[in-house]
C-alpha cells in the first residue's frame, strides 16, 4: 500500500521560515494537499493540488511538489502556526501521513 | 457558513454495531462527495469511506470494508456511517467531512469529531 512520510516535530523561531516534507514513491506525479490541526479541534484544509490556499488561509502558506516529495512551508512563522501539520494524497483510496508536529520557539 | 454537526458516538461493546449521522448545512448537499474520517486518540487520521453525489460511487479503507456502510439522504442534507461488529481498534473521533467537489479526494470542511469507544 501507497504510504507517505512525514518528520514528527519540526522546530522554528518566531518569524522564521518552516519547512515541513511529505515523502512519497513518485509523490510528484499526483495531487498533494496540506491540513493544519491545532489541539482539540478538527483539520482545516491550507493547501490543495500542491500549491492552491483555500479562501481565508494565509499567504505566508505555500506549497510545492515534486519528485518523491512535497513541501509545506510557512513564512514568517507566527505562534499561531503552531499545530500538527497531515499531507494527504491519493493512490486508489486516499492516504494520509502520519503527521508533524510545529513547535514555534 | 458551512456546518457538519455529528451525532450518534459513543461506548459501545466489542463485535456491537452504532450508527454516526452527519447533518449539513450552508452549502447545496448534493453537489459534493462525503466522507468519513477517523482519528484514534493521539494518532494520526485515517480515511473511513466516501460516497459520491448520488451514491453511486462508495469507497471503504480495507480497515473496515465488510464491516462499515455509508449512505446519505440528499432530502435532508444528512451523511451517515453504519458501523457493524466493532473491534477495539475502531476506537477514534470520527470526523464528517465535506469533498472539495465530485470526488476530488479534497475535504475543505470538517464537522466536529464524535468519540466512538469500543471496550468491553
Known amino acids: 500500500s501507497y504510504e507517505l512520510t512525514q518528520p514528527p516535530s519540526v522546530s522554528v523561531s518566531p518569524g522564521q521560515t518552516a519547512s515541513i516534507t511529505c515523502s512519497g514513491s513518485?509523490?510528484?506525479?499526483?495531487?498533494a494537499c496540506w491540513y493544519q490541526q491545532k489541539p482539540g479541534q478538527s483539520p482545516v484544509l491550507v493547501i490543495y493540488?500542491?500549491?492552491k490556499r483555500p479562501s481565508g488561509i494565509p499567504e505566508r502558506f505555500s506549497g510545492s511538489n515534486s519528485g518523491n516529495t512535497a513541501t509545506l512551508t510557512i513564512s514568517g512563522t507566527q505562534a499561531v502556526d503552531e499545530a500538527d501539520y497531515y499531507c494527504?494524497?491519493?493512490?486508489?483510496?486516499?492516504?494520509f501521513g502520519g503527521g508533524t508536529k510545529l513547535t514555534v520557539l | 457558513e458551512v456546518q457538519l454537526v455529528v451525532s450518534g458516538g459513543g461506548l459501545v461493546q466489542p463485535g456491537r454495531s452504532l450508527r454516526l449521522a452527519c447533518e449539513a448545512s450552508?452549502?447545496?448537499?448534493?453537489?459534493?462527495?462525503m466522507h468519513w474520517v477517523r482519528q484514534a486518540p493521539g494518532k494520526g487520521l485515517e480515511w473511513v469511506s466516501g460516497?459520491?453525489?448520488?451514491?453511486?460511487?462508495?469507497d471503504f479503507a480495507d480497515s473496515v470494508k465488510g464491516r462499515f456502510t455509508i449512505s446519505r439522504d440528499n432530502a435532508k442534507n444528512s451523511l451517515f456511517l453504519q458501523m457493524n461488529s466493532l473491534r477495539t481498534e475502531d476506537t477514534a473521533f470520527y470526523y464528517c467531512?465535506?469533498?472539495?467537489?465530485?470526488?476530488?479526494?479534497?475535504?475543505?470542511?470538517w464537522g466536529q469529531g464524535t468519540l466512538v469507544t469500543v471496550s468491553s
Open positions: 467531512v465535506k469533498d472539495l467537489g465530485q470526488q476530488q479526494l479534497v475535504f475543505d470542511y
Open positions: 450552508g452549502f447545496t448537499f448534493d453537489d459534493f462527495a
Open positions: 460516497i459520491n453525489w448520488n451514491s453511486g460511487s462508495i
Open positions: 513518485k509523490l510528484g506525479d499526483r495531487f
Open positions: 493540488e500542491d500549491f
Open positions: 494527504q494524497a491519493w493512490d486508489g483510496n486516499v492516504v
